[in-house]
Nanobody, 115 residues
């Protein structure tokens, strides 16, 4: 069974950078899509970025040009590099792995962008 653990969140000033990581405890052989989502206080959980098993990426408009999603299959890990962070990026960030019969979420990591 796949279990996911996120890390890398924290407090950062506007304009700063963070890199989030999400590691799987199990095999990712059947995982086709890895994604990052976020949930700001009082709001719905929304998609941030996706990456497929062949490296195709997709980003929501507010993060295009600032965030980069990548994956390391050998480490069973997906990353989210976040640059030029804004207060509006403050949220709990969740990773999600999807594949044949699998749809698993991590427990989230808090990112706070504030001066």
């Amino acid at each position: 069974q796949v279990q996911l653990v996120e890390s890398g969140g924290g407090l950062v000033q506007p304009g700063g950078s963070l890199r989030l990581s999400c590691a799987s405890s199990g095999s990712i052989a059947s995982i086709t899509v890895m994604g990052w989502y976020r949930q700001a206080p009082g709001k719905e959980r929304d998609l941030v970025a996706l990456i497929t098993s062949v490296g195709i990426t997709q980003y929501v408009e507010p993060v295009k040009g600032r965030f980069t999603i990548s994956r390391d299959n050998a480490k069973k890990t997906v990353y989210l590099q976040m640059n030029s962070l804004k207060p509006a990026d403050t949220a709990v960030y969740y990773c999600r792995f999807m594949g044949a019969g699998i749809d698993t979420w991590g427990k989230g990591t808090l990112v706070t962008v504030s001066s």
